[in-house]
């Protein structure tokens, strides 16, 4: 189902990947710096995710700016929070790379803000970007640090963004329960030589599927 959200005086492209039975949670997805909601990997894990009977909603919001990014993200948050269609107990937010910045920054910013609904029940960081290639000296760990809710990371163990053990470290400070996946020899691109772009998919999809889980009441299908 494609909708248009309104954002300032335009509007944000957004597809739902509706389950075929009444959703209960859903997940908020959006794209890197790069690319749009149509990246294969959003696609492959939206398809997977309404399968098993999650909502996704996946976001286009093009603009380089994290503040800006982050801005657009609450918006759709606010967006489906306030849907009479969908009426749900709970969202994940979730972004890949430049995106899981913003759906970091928004999952700090919404638990300070309100008095702890428990609407946002917890981020997905697909290949977050600890930081610039080559420049581990400055890691962007500042919202994740300050964050409460359950974090799932999923990430290339030969990641030029994010080195592991920077990662291992951040994640050991972190209040929040967290877990990591490290897709072995995967880049920041989530590309892994010898192997098809849908058996690595596949992995991640099973990994964030069985994260939420693990977090909500979910049905076993």
């Given at each position: 189902?494609?909708?248009?959200?309104?954002?300032?005086?335009?509007?944000?492209?957004?597809?739902?990947?509706?389950?075929?039975?009444?959703?209960?949670?859903?997940?908020?997805?959006t794209h890197g710096a790069g690319g749009d909601m149509?990246?294969?990997?959003?696609?492959?894990?939206?398809?997977?995710?309404?399968?098993?009977?999650?909502?996704?909603?996946?976001?286009?919001?093009?603009?380089?700016?994290?503040?800006?990014?982050?801005?657009?993200?609450?918006?759709?948050?606010?967006?489906?929070?306030?849907?009479?269609?969908?009426?749900?107990?709970?969202?994940?937010?979730?972004?890949?790379?430049?995106?899981?910045?913003?759906?970091?920054?928004?999952?700090?910013?919404?638990?300070?803000?309100?008095?702890?609904?428990?609407?946002?029940?917890?981020?997905?960081?697909?290949?977050?970007?600890?930081?610039?290639?080559?420049?581990?000296?400055?890691?962007?760990?500042?919202?994740?640090?300050?964050?409460?809710?359950?974090?799932?990371?999923?990430?290339?163990?030969?990641?030029?963004?994010?080195?592991?053990?920077?990662?291992?470290?951040?994640?050991?400070?972190?209040?929040?329960?967290?877990?990591?996946?490290?897709?072995?020899?995967?880049?920041?691109?989530?590309?892994?030589?010898?192997?098809?772009?849908?058996?690595?998919?596949?992995?991640?999809?099973?990994?964030?599927?069985?994260?939420?889980?693990?977090?909500?009441?979910?049905?076993?299908?």
């Amino acid at each position: 189902v494609k909708v248009k959200i309104p954002f300032g005086n335009k509007y944000l492209d957004a597809i739902f990947s509706v389950p075929e039975k009444k959703p209960t949670y859903g997940v908020i997805l959006t794209h890197g710096a790069g690319g749009d909601m149509n990246f294969p990997h959003l696609v492959s894990l939206a398809a997977c995710l309404a399968s098993h009977g999650v909502l996704c909603l996946r976001f286009t919001c093009k603009g380089l700016n994290v503040a800006y990014r982050t801005k657009a993200f609450k918006t759709v948050v606010e967006y489906l929070k306030l849907s009479d269609d969908y009426n749900l107990s709970g969202v994940f937010l979730a972004g890949r790379s430049m995106g899981s910045r913003a759906a970091a920054s928004v999952v700090r910013q919404l638990s300070q803000d309100d008095d702890g609904d428990g609407f946002i029940q917890g981020l997905v960081c697909l290949s977050y970007p600890l930081h610039r290639p080559r420049l581990q000296s400055k890691l962007r760990d500042e919202d994740l640090l300050l964050i409460r809710c359950p974090v799932l990371f999923v990430s290339g163990s030969a990641d030029e963004m994010c080195e592991k053990q920077l990662l291992e470290g951040v994640v050991t400070k972190m209040k929040a329960p967290k877990k990591i996946h490290w897709i072995d020899k995967a880049n920041h691109g989530m590309a892994v030589k010898g192997r098809t772009t849908d058996d690595v998919m596949e992995e991640i999809n099973a990994q964030v599927f069985s994260w939420l889980r693990e977090n909500v009441q979910l049905d076993h299908k």
